[in-house]
């Protein structure tokens, strides 16, 4: 899946061979776009506004494998009866409302096993902190290594490493080709995975200023202050995609390359064709996007 600047596009194979593409147009919000333009937070309207339409993009890749519509108009019409505008809002909410749970549940646990475990014999904030990050990416790490030995989770992995084969490729200045593409490499800078690593960084120091009485208020600082480390973590990877190229700075983004390793896998050159079928149907639809906007700003201005 793809996100251009007017619309998002996912490519899946289907079971006969055939790859079909799904774009979803990005519905303009005047609220939304002030939202976005506020730091802290602009993160966190990002990430519900990633994890609602994953979750659409996700429900399309199920229903066009599994059930196998003879072509796309077929599908495209189907969707948009009220039933299933109903699910695909379902789907969004679920999709927000798992990403809320994960964060929960990965914010809360490290802050009561390391009160648990550790509070007794450690006294000092600073390194009462980093125990709960340590555990944080032990937690972390294990659940990642434990979901990549399933096919269907090595599968996504594979995919994702072929997003960013194409990502590459095409900052490269490439002509996408499978044999141009498969070249490049599967780590990249602006990666949700760096991310997810990012909040755990972020986390040890912004924790560090609040003190706790006991493990229940350690749990509810945490809740309370994670939209604050999420909005300071999406901040800090857009500066760490800035500085990349600098020479002497771009080992600020390393953490978050580092997990890609597990979050990426090689993919085969099948998988890599599905991901260029997206990233061009994509550009060709942002282009003509773009294009009508122009023109209309145009006649807006000589009107």
């Not at 289907?14 to 976005?36: H, M, N, Q, Y």
């Not at 006294?123 to 269907?152: F, M, R, V, W």
């Not at 996504?156 to 490729?169: C, D, L, P, R, S």
């Not at 978050?256 to 639809?285: C, Y």
Request: with cysteine; hydrophobic share 45%; charged share 20%.
């Amino acid at each position: 899946m793809f996100g251009g600047r007017y619309v998002q596009v996912t490519a899946i194979r289907r079971k006969d061979g055939s790859i079909a593409t799904w774009e979803l147009v990005r519905t303009p919000s005047p609220f939304l776009s002030f939202l976005k333009k506020i730091p802290l937070i602009r993160g966190i309207v990002a990430l519900i506004e990633a994890s609602a339409s994953g979750a659409k993009h996700l429900q399309f890749a199920t229903e066009q494998y599994d059930l196998g519509y003879s072509d796309e108009e077929s599908w495209q019409e189907d969707r948009r009866s009220p039933s299933k505008l109903t699910t695909y809002i379902g789907v969004a909410a679920v999709g927000v409302l798992s990403l809320v749970i994960g964060k929960i549940l990965f914010t809360a646990l490290p802050a009561f096993l390391a009160s648990v475990l550790f509070d007794r014999y450690v006294h000092n904030l600073i390194a009462q902190n980093l125990i709960e990050g340590g555990i944080k990416t032990l937690l972390l790490l294990a659940y990642l290594i434990l979901i990549s030995q399933t096919p269907t989770i090595k599968r996504v992995f594979q995919y994702h490493g072929a997003e960013h084969k194409v990502i590459n490729a095409y900052e490269a200045g490439v002509e996408l080709t499978i044999s141009n593409v498969q070249r490049q490499s599967t780590l990249h800078f602006r990666c949700g995975s760096s991310f997810i690593i990012l909040t755990v960084l972020v986390g040890v120091i912004v924790y560090s200023f609040f003190h706790y009485d006991n493990v229940w208020d350690r749990i509810g600082i945490r809740l309370m202050l994670l939209p604050v480390v999420v909005g300071l973590s999406y901040e800090l990877l857009k500066l760490t995609n800035a500085l990349r190229d600098v020479p002497g700075l771009s080992y600020l983004g390393y953490p978050g390359l580092w997990l890609q390793k597990l979050t990426t896998r090689q993919p085969d050159d099948d998988q890599v064709e599905v991901a260029i079928a997206a990233f061009n149907k994509m550009r060709e639809l942002d282009l003509q996007a773009e294009a009508t906007v122009t023109s209309s700003s145009l006649a807006h201005s000589r009107s």
